[in-house]
């Protein structure tokens, strides 16, 4: 690691522990994030004419986050949303408790600052069994983008990938024989094995052998989905893709990809499915996030509630 930065100028701090994140092998959407939120924190000192990260104190950092709380979105006029608030507020935590423990920021006032709790959050309105047959109706069949379309939305649903997840499959990570997707270092940087079901296995390679040979070109290398330039998906083209036929189906919610995700886990808790093996099933590092969607099990709560409320009926 190269030796710590030379003053204490913030540009130079900044920089110098992004490239320790760089050099730790954080994935660059990490880092991207964390350069972000240590922007906005940058701007905010030099507008209170702060020049010097040792300066900032328990006042500073109290002084940011009523900023934060008061702060409007960009052409909106309504506040950041908690969320946003403590993830600004940790990345700047998180940076000052680094520089401190390479000693080049002396004091410990970070220790003393307690971030805002934001409570639960619960997902947009899911998309029930229905809704997910209804938007499936909306895809045509017999169209090379339709069958290509229809086994995104099968292999999302199926597998409760993330996006990014998707996007990143290669020909070989399909596992036909077990049904069964690999999934290469997803967002916690662990492989794991994401199961699908005989339909979705239908829809798959279907596309496989009547579509992706149609669409195939010299750059399409290894990748399982392809545009329609013959190229891997990107992400942003699979939320609008994803997102266009939720809102074809008119069932009055919102959201794109992540929605079959959502949908998938908690449809899985609806029929009794263990939370670990949903927990599993999403890849999530802790059972604590899992936990969410217990929230939003409306039909296990309303079993529960019937068996166990004396005046359910």
Request: aromatic share 10%; proline share 3%; with cysteine.
């Amino acid at each position: 690691m190269k030796t710590n930065p030379s003053s204490l100028q913030i540009n130079e701090c900044i920089s110098f522990y992004l490239n320790n994140l760089l050099i730790k092998d954080y994935t660059m959407k990490t880092i991207d994030n964390k350069s972000e939120n240590l922007r906005f924190f940058r701007e905010w000192l030099h507008s209170q004419n702060i020049q010097n990260l040792q300066s900032v104190d328990l006042d500073v950092f109290e002084d940011y986050m009523a900023f934060l709380r008061n702060k409007k979105c960009n052409n909106k006029d309504k506040n950041l949303a908690p969320s946003t608030v403590r993830s600004r507020l940790t990345s700047v935590r998180v940076f000052i408790q680094f520089l401190t423990k390479r000693e080049i920021v002396t004091h410990r006032e970070v220790e003393k600052f307690e971030l805002p709790t934001i409570g639960l959050i619960l997902p947009k309105p899911i998309l029930s069994y229905e809704d997910v047959l209804r938007i499936i109706k909306q895809i045509p069949q017999n169209t090379v983008k339709g069958i290509r379309d229809r086994a995104i939305v099968e292999c999302f649903y199926a597998s409760g990938i993330r996006r990014s997840e998707l996007a990143a499959l290669n020909l070989l990570d399909v596992d036909f024989s077990n049904y069964q997707l690999r999934v290469v270092q997803s967002k916690n940087k662990k492989d794991r094995y994401a199961p699908f079901g005989k339909t979705a296995g239908k829809w798959l390679k279907k596309y496989l052998r009547d579509v992706r040979p149609l669409y195939a070109s010299l750059c399409s290398g290894n990748a399982f989905f392809l545009n329609t330039a013959g190229m891997r998906f990107g992400t942003s083209n699979l939320s609008s893709l994803m997102s266009k036929y939720i809102k074809k189906a008119n069932i009055n919610k919102t959201g794109a990809c992540h929605q079959y995700r959502h949908a998938a886990a908690t449809h899985m808790l609806d029929n009794e499915a263990d939370i670990r093996h949903v927990q599993e099933f999403l890849g999530h590092a802790s059972i604590s996030t899992t936990q969410l969607y217990l929230h939003v099990s409306k039909a296990k709560l309303r079993r529960v509630y019937t068996k166990t409320h004396p005046r359910a009926d």
